[in-house]
């Protein structure tokens, strides 16, 4: 299956939240980063169905998903931002509710969802109420109600936010179980998600594309563009001011900073080696001053 989504555009009166946004998509896992505001959670939004775009096209295989009706919809498992949970259900009991929100025969629900719960690890959870379970395991019953259709396409909106860093590993793996033979949208703001499973990222600012390409090379074309300075602390304020600076750490005298920019910021400024981190900030940020 090829995605492809041309020229969308979402306008909110006088403000763009998608403008000419493209992009071709085939199997694999697409890391869609971005600050808050960048316009991640409308795309997936349009791409779902659940908004309506302006204008631009999403087509699959060359067709326009919107002639294709329910049965383009049929295959896209999608966990929103803000999952809305019934939370005096158990977890059996939402998975059969979503299963028949989504035509699945009850039967066929039932076993699927069991299997999908041992695959998650909440099958000894299957009976409590929704309510009374954690946010991780809350996430885990999200991805699980997602992909019950078996979809082919699988979008997640921000799934890891406000998870501790073991509920986080956790469901990155789980990302990564699910991927094979799919596509799958990742929205997020968390670096280290995007770095331990992505094999494309696509970086947006303002409701554009900025730039899409594996994390290897988009690391790699950040080489020369991060520094390291000492600095005192009149000096370390001078720099704050005129670059972006990922990273401050103090000695006991001097100053140590981090600094992404495409020239020298000082004659004794060192090279280093740049990260993702580093791709994101350059692309996210402003302008040089922050």
Request: proline residues 2%; glycine residues 10%.
């Amino acid at each position: 299956m090829i995605v492809t989504m041309r020229g969308l555009t979402k306008r909110y009166k006088d403000k763009y939240a998608l403008r000419d946004f493209s992009a071709e998509l085939e199997n694999g896992v697409y890391g869609l980063m971005g600050v808050n505001g960048a316009g991640k959670t409308t795309l997936l939004s349009i791409f779902a169905g659940i908004l309506r775009a302006d204008g631009g096209q999403v087509l699959i295989d060359g067709k326009e998903a919107g002639s294709l009706g329910a049965s383009f919809y049929s295959h896209i498992g999608f966990l929103p931002q803000t999952t809305q949970f019934y939370k005096d259900f158990t977890v059996m009991e939402f998975l059969r509710y979503m299963a028949a929100l989504k035509g699945i025969d009850s039967r066929a629900g039932e076993k699927r969802a069991e299997e999908l719960l041992k695959i998650v690890n909440l099958t000894d959870q299957a009976e409590k109420k929704i309510g009374a379970l954690s946010g991780g395991m809350r996430q885990r019953v999200g991805i699980v109600q997602a992909m019950l259709g078996d979809p082919s396409i699988l979008v997640l909106d921000e799934p890891t936010a406000g998870l501790d860093p073991q509920e986080r590993i956790r469901f990155r793996n789980l990302i990564g179980k699910f991927a094979a033979g799919r596509i799958v949208i990742l929205a997020t703001h968390i670096v280290s998600d995007v770095e331990s499973i992505a094999n494309q990222v696509m970086m947006m600012k303002d409701g554009r594309l900025l730039r899409q390409d594996s994390p290897a090379h988009l690391i790699r074309d950040m080489e020369g563009k991060v520094w390291q300075v000492k600095a005192d602390d009149g000096n370390a304020e001078a720099f704050l001011k005129q670059y972006r600076v990922s990273n401050i750490l103090r000695e006991e005298t001097t100053v140590r900073l981090r600094i992404i920019s495409d020239r020298q910021p000082s004659v004794d400024a060192v090279q280093l080696q740049p990260n993702l981190e580093d791709v994101f900030l350059y692309y996210a940020g402003g302008s040089e001053t922050w």
